[in-house]
């Protein structure tokens, strides 16, 4: 596994926000700036544009506060820890996880979930199961050690962090969770990547 980035070694690698900004360009477009809704490379900025409520350094940072952080941060916290507003901490932490959905890594190997019939309809994993009821916690590589480690943490975050999550945005911190786990042997400046090339729209 990979060694975890420090908050020093973070803010050495971006001391402004113009180092931030160049990185997650680079990240983003990697063969030049293109316009996010038609494609075209001729993009500029306009003068008349609104400025922006944050910059780079905050996206990055925000970028290594939920990728590295195994339960999550809130948006309250974000919005303390960032400078920011509430609104603008919630709006960064749902652009963050809903790039998880475009930039998904699907677990490796066999999927090693216990009998339950819920199991049976994952047609695209390789499924190996261990009869509970039986007394079998274990059978070599298979066993389910892993989901309830994952399950485990997922709850931990959803009630020590989150408190309170809304079914409209279930989806979201689950594809979070789930994200944080198949990137955990990326070194962080992978990970925080792996998110800024998945990002969508306008960002």
């Known amino acids: 596994m990979s060694m975890p980035l420090t908050l020093p070694q973070l803010f050495d690698r971006f ?16 063969d030049g700036v293109r ?17 922006q409520p944050y910059r ?64 049976r309809g994952l047609s695209a994993y390789r499924h190996a199961s261990v ?5 079998e916690y274990g059978r070599g590589p298979v066993h389910t050690n892993r989901i309830e480690s994952f399950w485990a943490l997922f709850k931990r975050g959803f009630r020590g962090t989150y408190h309170s999550v809304s079914p409209k945005h279930l989806h979201r911190y689950a594809r979070e969770f789930e994200g944080r786990h198949n990137h955990k042997a990326d070194g962080a400046l992978q990970h925080m990547a792996c998110l800024v090339q998945g ?4 960002g």
């Open 15 to 30: 001391p402004d926000d113009a180092a931030a900004e160049g990185w997650l360009v680079g990240k983003r477009w990697p």
């Open 56 to 119: 780079g350094r905050v996206w990055v940072i925000a970028l290594y506060l939920l990728t590295s952080r195994p339960k999550g941060v809130s948006s309250r916290q974000l919005h303390r820890d960032l400078g920011i507003s509430y609104k603008a901490a919630w709006y960064l932490s749902h652009r963050i996880r809903e790039a998880y959905r475009t930039a998904p890594v699907r677990c490796q190997g066999p999927a090693d979930t216990d009998e339950a019939a819920a199991y």
């Open 131 to 135: 009869h509970h009821g039986g007394g």
């Open 199 to 202: 990002m969508e729209g306008s």
């Open 35 to 51: 316009c996010p809704s038609c494609d075209a490379d001729d993009v500029q900025a306009r003068p008349t544009r609104k400025p």
